[in-house]
């Protein structure tokens, strides 16, 4: 992974981005644009990033039929991202159709790494039984999400940290495990349920961590920024 530590741009418009970077000068970071921005300002605002000097992680969690996924994943391609998503519950053909459609639209660029949404980090065990009508434990669904994955021969998954060591043993320790849902001592859980710190992620093996509010909306971002990748590089 190119940084450890990706931060979540949960913004709407360019102008917050361009914004909330600037104090940041010449870092070269790994950000995170998901659809609330991408939906706003779509490819130019990734090829801004990229000319900016940083990796994107395009976190769009496909999930439609696989000729549809196998279409967009071949467009998304010629962005060259370096990280992008689906969503697990698509099932292993959508995801094998989405590698298909990376590797068929990697023409010029490396193909994109590409991962899985197990259970978002906003589900808890009552909505998932409940509301989503699946049965057994959080484990049990990402566990098994996460084999399904890996048939597909994706690169990894995006779970909670406390995910991450039931994943390791069953798919090994080059399995990419992307874990949201990071929170400090101090901060806001806000809509995340299955958090953990910086270092209980490290200490869990997570491949990287990507943290949103936590940086985003703290007074100092860049200060913030750099305690928690001292606090990750820190951790064993
Ligand atoms: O602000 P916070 O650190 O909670 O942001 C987490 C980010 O990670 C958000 O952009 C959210 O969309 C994303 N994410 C998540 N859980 C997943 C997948 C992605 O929280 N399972």
């Given at each position: 992974?190119?940084q450890?530590v990706?931060i979540?741009?949960?913004?709407?418009?360019?102008?917050?981005?361009?914004g909330?970077?600037?104090p940041?000068?010449?870092e070269?970071l790994?950000?995170?644009?998901?659809?609330?921005?991408?939906?706003?300002?779509?490819?130019?605002?990734?090829?801004?990033?990229?000319?900016?000097?940083?990796?994107v992680?395009?976190?769009?969690?496909l999930h439609?039929i696989?000729?549809t996924?196998y279409?967009?994943m071949?467009?998304?391609?010629?962005?060259?991202?370096?990280?992008?998503?689906?969503?697990a519950?698509?099932?292993?053909?959508?995801?094998k159709?989405?590698?298909?459609g990376?590797e068929?639209?990697?023409?010029?660029?490396?193909r994109?790494?590409c991962?899985?949404v197990?259970?978002?980090t906003?589900?808890?065990?009552?909505?998932?039984?409940?509301?989503?009508?699946i049965?057994?434990?959080?484990?049990?669904t990402?566990?098994?999400y996460?084999?399904?994955?890996?048939?597909a021969?994706?690169d990894?998954?995006?779970c909670?940290?406390l995910?991450?060591?039931?994943?390791r043993?069953?798919?090994g320790?080059?399995?990419?495990?992307?874990t949201?849902g990071?929170?400090?001592a101090?901060n806001?859980?806000?809509?995340?349920?299955?958090i953990?710190?910086?270092?209980?992620?490290?200490?869990?093996?997570?491949?990287?961590?990507?943290?949103?509010?936590t940086?985003?909306?703290?007074?100092?971002?860049?200060?913030v920024?750099?305690q928690?990748l001292?606090?990750?590089r820190?951790?064993e």
């Amino acid at each position: 992974m190119l940084q450890p530590v990706i931060i979540a741009l949960d913004f709407s418009t360019r102008a917050e981005v361009e914004g909330f970077l600037q104090p940041f000068s010449d870092e070269q970071l790994f950000l995170k644009v998901g659809m609330e921005l991408y939906y706003q300002e779509g490819p130019d605002l990734v090829n801004y990033l990229q000319s900016q000097g940083h990796a994107v992680f395009l976190d769009l969690k496909l999930h439609d039929i696989p000729t549809t996924v196998y279409k967009a994943m071949r467009g998304i391609a010629n962005l060259g991202v370096d990280l992008i998503n689906v969503h697990a519950a698509g099932g292993i053909e959508m995801m094998k159709k989405a590698i298909e459609g990376l590797e068929d639209g990697s023409v010029i660029n490396k193909r994109p790494l590409c991962i899985a949404v197990t259970q978002l980090t906003s589900t808890s065990v009552e909505t998932m039984n409940e509301e989503l009508n699946i049965p057994g434990t959080i484990q049990d669904t990402v566990e098994h999400y996460a084999k399904n994955a890996e048939k597909a021969n994706l690169d990894g998954v995006v779970c909670s940290p406390l995910e991450v060591p039931f994943i390791r043993d069953c798919c090994g320790e080059r399995f990419l495990t992307i874990t949201p849902g990071i929170r400090l001592a101090n901060n806001d859980v806000n809509d995340q349920k299955r958090i953990a710190s910086p270092v209980q992620a490290k200490e869990l093996g997570s491949s990287c961590i990507v943290v949103g509010r936590t940086i985003t909306r703290s007074e100092k971002p860049v200060i913030v920024y750099h305690q928690i990748l001292d606090m990750w590089r820190k951790a064993e």
